[in-house]
């Protein structure tokens, strides 16, 4: 099974560095009377963006999935697929998590993809609700904050699965580099109290103004699992301690203080992180044999994060009887990125091929 070029070639970059060009928003919204609150309201009452995208795709980009005391609003993107592929109980929802090494990025960018939002609809085209969120990156949260977040918005989506027609029982998590890492601890965390969703939401306050999340909300999605049915990750980090001793050699030092991306994520130099802190942050710490299936995928050539950490990742996952697949693609590295423009384009297109098929498979979707 080949995605089809013509579709998503056009979200490949030229060059190894992309830029995102967000799709621009269109509504049609009536003229309404001005209306003067009695009192200060907090909440978001500008009309609701929608996107079409091909394929009777709809996207509803910064939908707020949790408002934490003292940070902005956390976002995430909707893509809904069209209504002739809407499956009666709701489809599977797919959340992808962006990488950027724990520091930047955001919820419409992925390696060497230009428009990141047109292969998310693509996907959302074959079933599925698909999300990509953006979370607390370390200059504003360190761990678990990052995880927390995700495991908050997976919650949500659980609690407004009648909105958005999704099957609560059919969740898979993807990401890539740090969002690698963060979707692989998700798949391993299911139950895991120091990484459930912060308590920090906005509580009621005594004064007369309605609040974005109400009690009864809050209550709402705190009920829901963040437990995951099956992950994606490419060219993720699984296990800290061991992450120094695998980098080549000649590799030149990082400095050890908040410049290093690990040590402004876990707050910490790895070499001298609590090994609670390591543990708990690393996926390769948390693996059993309940996890569900995985698919694990990697550049050869990778020199930000060893191969090895895929490798052996997938080699603990076999030995804990996890269902999982190891794909390594040849002579590229870090964010697919190759030696050409070809091979860059090459192997991203074979990581969606291949990540697609998986999708598919751990959802039994055979209509594509």
């Not at 360190?142 to 997976?154: C, G, H, N, T, V």
Request: charged share 15%; hydrophobic share 45%; glycine share 8%.
């Amino acid at each position: 099974m080949r995605i089809a070029l013509k579709m998503l070639g056009a979200c490949l970059a030229i060059a190894a560095v992309a830029s995102v060009a967000d799709a621009p928003p269109s509504w049609s919204a009536a003229a309404a009377t001005p209306a003067v609150a009695a009192a200060a309201v907090l909440g978001d009452h500008y009309p609701q963006a929608q996107v079409a995208f091909p394929g009777g795709v709809t996207g509803l980009p910064d939908v707020t999935y949790a408002t934490l005391m003292g940070f902005r609003p956390l976002t995430l993107d909707l893509y809904l697929p069209p209504a002739a592929k809407r499956k009666p109980g709701g489809d599977p929802v797919v959340l992808y998590i962006h990488g950027g090494g724990w520091v930047t990025g955001h919820s419409r960018q992925s390696g060497a993809f230009v428009n990141w939002p047109g292969v998310l609809a693509t996907l959302a085209a074959r079933g599925y609700v698909v999300a990509s969120l953006n979370y607390r990156l370390s200059g504003e949260a360190r761990f678990p904050a990052a995880e927390q977040d995700i495991k908050a918005s997976l919650r949500w989506l659980r609690a407004h699965a009648d909105k958005y027609g999704i099957d609560k029982s059919k969740a898979l998590v993807w990401g890539g580099s740090a969002g690698g890492h963060l979707a692989a601890l998700t798949g391993v965390s299911c139950g895991v109290k120091a990484l459930e969703p912060s308590s920090l939401e906005l509580q009621d306050l005594e004064y007369d103004i309605a609040l974005p999340a109400p009690a009864s909300a809050r209550a709402a999605e705190s009920s829901e699992s963040d437990c995951v049915q099956g992950v994606v990750t490419w060219y993720g980090v699984f296990d800290f301690a061991a992450l120094s001793s695998e980098r080549p050699k000649a590799a030149p030092s990082r400095p050890t203080d908040s410049s290093n991306p690990l040590v402004a994520f876990l707050g910490c130099d790895p070499s001298k992180c609590p090994a609670g802190t390591l543990d708990i942050a690393s996926p390769a710490k948390l693996v059993k044999p309940t996890d569900p299936p995985m698919l694990i995928m990697f550049g050869s050539d990778d020199k930000t994060v060893p191969p090895a950490q895929s490798k052996n990742f997938y080699k603990l996952l076999l030995a804990n009887h996890v269902k999982a697949t190891l794909v390594e693609l040849p002579g590229v590295g870090h964010s697919f990125v190759g030696p050409t423009l070809k091979a860059t384009r090459d192997a991203s297109l074979a990581a969606l091929d291949k990540t697609f098929a998986f999708i598919d498979e751990t959802f039994g979707n055979k209509a594509n």
